[in-house]
Nanobody
Framework: QVQLIESGGGLVQAGGSLRLSCAAS????????MGWFRQAPGKEREFVAA????????YYQDSVKGRFTMSRDNARNTVYLQMNSLRFEDTAVYYC????????????WGQGTQVTVSA
């Protein structure tokens, strides 16, 4: 019922910036929580950021606070992750997730977009 498509990944030098997009279709208006996760090779998938539609609150993993900003454009059913001051350790596949609930497991996932930061 909900499809998520990430875009905006690529190769960037350390210190550079990228903006990831997650476009939602289907019953996207029912999704109160949208989030970004990432998974580096050989590592567990980890939480990066989330935004709540009903109250506009955002949440960030400590390692990205002050560098990453999550935002939304409800008219376009799209959420964004602006990534500044990128570091080599930010290299990962970034996934967009969505759920109607603000707690518990995410219900829907995109296919991911690769972010590679060169040293």
């Amino acid at each position: 019922q909900v499809q998520l498509i990430e875009s905006g990944g690529g190769l960037v030098q350390a210190g550079g910036s990228l903006r990831l997009s997650c476009a939602a279709s289907g019953r996207s208006y029912s999704m109160n929580r949208m989030g970004w996760f990432r998974q580096a090779p050989g590592k567990e998938r980890e939480f990066v950021a989330a935004i709540i539609r009903s109250n506009s609150r955002t949440y960030y993993q400590d390692s990205v606070k002050g560098r990453f900003t999550m935002s939304r454009d409800n008219a376009r059913n799209t959420v964004y992750l602006q990534m500044n001051s990128l570091r080599f350790e930010d290299t990962a596949v970034y996934y967009c997730g969505a759920s109607a609930s603000t707690v518990g497991a995410y219900e829907f996932w995109g296919q991911g977009t690769q972010v590679t930061v060169s040293a």
